[in-house]
């Protein structure tokens, strides 16, 4: 089953503005992670968040991180055609965490 | 480096064949992993390895079956393909088990099962 879900599952914005998905969990984390997919390649890693911190930031993007409504945020700012792209959420499950669970995604497209 | 590499890229499979999709990594990465990516439901874990000897099951592990005899390599093969493995499948490794360490993922192998 999947443990994470993001929201909105499509999104359309005009270059320049800014992007923001949601991505909900289930169960307990130590940390949380978002990936980016380029159409017909593979997922590439963005950022990294962990249970104990509640905002990070790299470059244009930032993450928050909400444990007790089990709840994630990645904004992009100053969005560019370039960012156009799926972004799934990621939480690591399991014995020793070595199950790691993915989300439906975000399809963003960016207009230039 | 070349990172993660999968081959094939493409493949076409009658019912019942069975086949191998190849994965290697060349960064030393003791975990690796094998993915099925399905239209609308992201992607689901077939199988994992936190070390060359070692393998275990994920989320989707039927019809699959892995082997990790060196480091490097991660084959997956599909004992008897059916439609229903129709899909896209990515490798992925990574350092060490059990952290939240970034994952590298491989270009992925598009697979049809007739």
């Known amino acids: 089953s999947q443990q994470g879900e993001e929201d909105p599952q499509a999104l359309s914005i005009q270059e320049g503005e800014n992007a923001t998905m949601n991505c909900s969990y289930k169960t307990s984390i130590n940390n949380l992670q978002w990936y980016r997919q380029n159409s017909g390649r593979g997922l590439v890693h963005l950022i990294l968040i962990r249970s104990n911190e509640r905002e990070k930031h790299s470059g244009r993007l930032r993450v928050t991180l909400d444990t007790s409504k089990k709840s994630s945020s990645l904004l992009i700012t100053a969005s560019r055609a370039a960012d156009t792209a799926s972004y799934f959420c990621a939480t690591p499950m399991g014995y020793n965490n070595n199950d790691m669970r993915f989300g439906a995604g975000t399809r963003l497209t960016v207009k230039p | 480096n070349a990172g993660v590499t999968q081959t094939p890229k493409f493949q076409v499979l009658k019912t019942g064949q069975s086949m191998t999709l190849q994965c290697a990594q060349d960064m030393n990465h003791e975990y690796m992993s094998w993915y099925r990516q399905d239209p609308g439901m992201g992607l689901r874990l077939i199988h994992y390895?936190?070390?060359?000897?070692?393998?275990d099951q994920g989320e989707v592990p039927n019809g699959y079956n892995v082997s990790r005899s060196t480091t490097e390599d991660f084959p997956l093969r599909l004992l008897s393909a059916a439609p229903s493995q129709t899909s896209v499948y990515f490798c992925?490794?990574?350092?060490?088990?059990?952290?939240?360490?970034?994952?590298?993922f491989g270009p992925g192998t598009r697979l049809t099962v007739l």
């Open positions: 390895s936190v070390g060359a000897g070692i393998t």
């Open positions: 992925a490794s990574r350092t060490r088990q059990g952290t939240g360490n970034e994952q590298f």
